[in-house]
């Protein structure tokens, strides 16, 4: 009994001071007669109170904002392309009765550039492949084409970028100089001279093409950190006595993120068309099917255009929504727009 009671009695103890805490709570959300009063007669008088509600009306208002951008037909004409691709590239093996065996070299299983039929909806090319399956394998290859080389390039930009800027001197100066050596190399000839030489596989050559992508995204990252740590949030921290590390990728970070999404965006149009570019010279390995290999094997002036269009169009596709996100992103990130 006596434990009963205890329990009893600290429950109601509970109830009562969750009661009080509630309304202590709406009391001091609500303005007093004094702030009332200087509210309305003295000018520029903030009362915290309004002051938080404003903020939270602004923050919806932003959210909205941000939205109403995004969501252009543009923007979401690009998002649905993009999701086409991945949803194709996700379940290529249920989309087509087609393994990836029978699709790459040295199977050779059928007539070379025959006409679309019910066996083949887009015809064959040069070597007899379903063209509407290489689509659908190649769509994989196409992904990482633009993914892998683009993030590599972004994040090595990203975090290179904000330790040049922020700590400058001799730091920046050698991170600058590598900068304009990378720049006076050609890209494209260095892939190709080692990919003769070393026999390079398709993951190698995203990886060298990332790589050398990354001086451009360093340079823009730079500019972005010299002006974001001028900013009066960043000399507080420096003043409170933050630690640099702490001031980097605390303050400066992630304000100078929103732009570099948006490069990604972009980087991975121009990416993709690089690399499919390296493809249709012949340069990768016929045993992984990829959009640029299947314009090259595809010929204008056999009847079965359809092999080499097919491929082009999807490569131009990919390459036009992405750039059609990034526009939306842009709008929508830009606080200078307004509605």
Same mark, same amino acid.
């Given at each position: 009994?006596?434990?009963?009671?205890?329990?009893?009695?600290?429950?109601?103890?509970?109830?009562?001071?969750?009661?009080?805490?509630?309304?202590?709570?709406?009391?001091?959300?609500?303005?007093?007669?004094?702030?009332?009063?200087?509210?309305?007669?003295?000018?520029?008088?903030?009362?915290?109170?309004?002051?938080?509600?404003?903020?939270?009306?602004?923050?919806?208002?932003?959210?909205?904002?941000?939205?109403?951008?995004?969501?252009?037909?543009?923007?979401?004409?690009?998002?649905?392309?993009?999701?086409?691709?991945?949803?194709?590239?996700?379940?290529?093996?249920?989309?087509?009765?087609?393994?990836?065996?029978?699709?790459?070299?040295?199977?050779?299983?059928?007539?070379?550039?025959?006409?679309?039929?019910?066996?083949?909806?887009?015809?064959?090319?040069?070597?007899?492949? #379903?063209?509407?399956?290489?689509?659908?394998?190649?769509?994989?290859?196409?992904?990482?084409?633009?993914?892998?080389?683009?993030?590599?390039?972004?994040?090595?930009?990203?975090?290179?970028?904000?330790?040049?800027?922020?700590?400058?001197?001799?730091? #920046?100066?050698?991170?600058?100089?590598?900068?304009?050596?990378?720049?006076?190399?050609?890209?494209?000839?260095?892939?190709?001279?080692?990919?003769?030489?070393?026999?390079?596989?398709?993951? #190698?050559?995203?990886?060298?093409?990332?790589?050398?992508?990354?001086?451009?995204?360093?340079?823009?990252?730079?500019?972005?950190?010299?002006?974001?740590?001028?900013?009066?949030?960043?000399?507080?921290?420096?003043?409170?006595?933050?630690?640099?590390?702490?001031?980097?990728?605390?303050?400066?970070?992630?304000?100078?993120?929103?732009?570099?999404?948006?490069?990604?965006?972009?980087?991975?149009?121009?990416?993709?068309?690089?690399?499919?570019?390296?493809?249709?010279?012949?340069?990768?390995?016929?045993?992984?099917?990829?959009?640029?290999?299947?314009?090259?094997?595809?010929?204008?002036?056999?009847?079965?255009?359809?092999?080499?269009?097919?491929?082009?169009?999807?490569?131009?596709?990919?390459?036009?929504?992405?750039?059609?996100?990034?526009?939306?992103?842009?709008?929508?990130? #830009?606080?200078?727009?307004?509605?």
């Amino acid at each position: 009994m006596k434990i009963n009671f205890k329990i009893k009695h600290r429950r109601i103890f509970l109830i009562k001071l969750e009661e009080e805490t509630t309304i202590n709570t709406k009391n001091k959300d609500k303005p007093g007669i004094l702030s009332l009063i200087k509210f309305y007669l003295i000018p520029g008088w903030r009362v915290p109170e309004f002051s938080e509600q404003e903020y939270e009306i602004e923050k919806t208002r932003s959210k909205r904002r941000f939205f109403r951008h995004l969501l252009t037909p543009l923007t979401i004409v690009g998002s649905l392309i993009i999701l086409g691709f991945v949803f194709m590239g996700v379940f290529t093996s249920w989309l087509t009765r087609y393994p990836l065996q029978t699709l790459v070299p040295p199977s050779i299983p059928g007539v070379p550039y025959e006409l679309p039929s019910l066996l083949h909806p887009l015809g064959t090319t040069n070597n007899g492949y #379903d063209v509407l399956a290489r689509i659908l394998w190649g769509t994989q290859t196409s992904l990482f084409m633009a993914v892998i080389p683009t993030g590599i390039a972004v994040g090595g930009g990203l975090v290179l970028g904000v330790i040049s800027a922020y700590f400058g001197g001799k730091v #920046d100066y050698i991170f600058m100089r590598a900068v304009d050596l990378i720049y006076s190399i050609p890209t494209l000839v260095i892939v190709l001279i080692l990919t003769q030489i070393f026999g390079l596989n398709m993951m #190698d050559i995203l990886i060298i093409y990332g790589s050398f992508a990354i001086a451009g995204n360093l340079r823009f990252m730079r500019s972005l950190v010299l002006q974001i740590r001028e900013m009066l949030y960043v000399k507080a921290a420096k003043t409170g006595g933050a630690l640099k590390f702490k001031v980097m990728f605390s303050h400066i970070f992630p304000n100078a993120l929103p732009p570099m999404i948006l490069t990604f965006f972009g980087q991975m149009a121009i990416t993709m068309l690089g690399i499919a570019a390296i493809a249709f010279l012949g340069l990768t390995t016929s045993q992984i099917p990829n959009w640029g290999q299947d314009i090259a094997w595809g010929n204008i002036y056999e009847d079965n255009f359809f092999a080499f269009l097919i491929p082009g169009l999807c490569t131009a596709f990919f390459a036009i929504a992405a750039m059609l996100i990034g526009d939306g992103l842009r709008d929508a990130i #830009d606080p200078r727009l307004k509605i």
